[in-house]
């Protein structure tokens, strides 16, 4: 499973990401490893670190990670979570600059054929 | 990539598409997915245009809107290309196996 680009979703709210990693499973199916965290650590609203590092690291692949965020603190915390992540991982995972539920499906549709990174985040972008 | 193909290295077939909703987004990545394992080129154009579109592109397939009750027509040029434009059609044949 390692050959594949994985995807990362990233939302405020944990029931948008739930429902977006659903879609993506769902619509490209299994052969593309799926991660997704959302809301803050009470419960609410929000983004955590330590959440999207657990996330990145679930699925981590030196093919790479592709990730997915919704709105402001999303990125930033994202950005943050890709810097702390161990033995240079985040040289590997990406934000894709793409609305998080049609990037999600776009970047898992072309990680499915075993694209690069690179093509992956493209794709998402594109959209 | 497709530039450089000529007119008649294309293989080409075509089937109508039976989903009432047409060629829209769960099929499409069914189709771009299928599309991706062959090594040709290959594009696909919806009934009512003219624009041929990289049927490889989840998001050029997904802009194509392809009708239902349509036929869409599906061309490749390569080595599979035969292979790729069977596969493909079988696909729309069969409903995309929704």
Redesign the interface.
């Known amino acids: 499973m390692n050959d594949k680009v994985s995807i990362v979703i990233v939302s405020h709210s944990a029931d948008v990401a739930k429902g977006t990693a659903d879609m993506v499973r ?4 299994d052969d593309v490893r799926v991660a997704f965290c959302g809301g803050n650590p009470d419960g609410g609203l929000g983004t955590d670190v330590a959440a999207i590092m657990a996330a990145i690291e679930s699925v981590y692949s030196p093919k790479g990670v592709a990730v997915l965020v919704d709105l402001g603190g999303a990125e930033t915390n994202s950005e943050v979570a890709i810097e702390m992540l161990p033995d240079g991982r985040g040289a590997n995972v990406q934000i894709c600059n793409a609305p998080v539920v049609e990037g999600a ?2 970047a898992a ?2 990680a ?2 075993g694209a690069s990174l690179e093509a992956v985040r493209k ?1 998402a972008e ?2 | 990539m497709t530039g450089t193909v000529r007119d008649e290295d294309w293989v080409g077939g075509s089937a109508v598409i039976l989903d009432p909703t047409g060629l829209h987004a769960r099929p499409a990545v069914k189709l771009t997915k299928l599309a991706k394992t062959f090594q040709s080129a290959i594009e696909i154009r919806a009934d009512d245009g003219t624009a041929w579109t990289n049927a490889k592109s989840p998001n050029a397939v997904m802009k194509l809107r392809a009708g239902h009750g349509l036929p869409l027509h599906i061309r490749a040029a390569g080595d599979d290309a035969r292979a790729a434009v069977d596969a493909l059609v079988a696909l729309v044949d069969q409903n995309f196996n929704d």
């Open positions: 769902q619509m490209v199916g499906v776009m549709t072309e499915a054929s794709t594109d959209f």
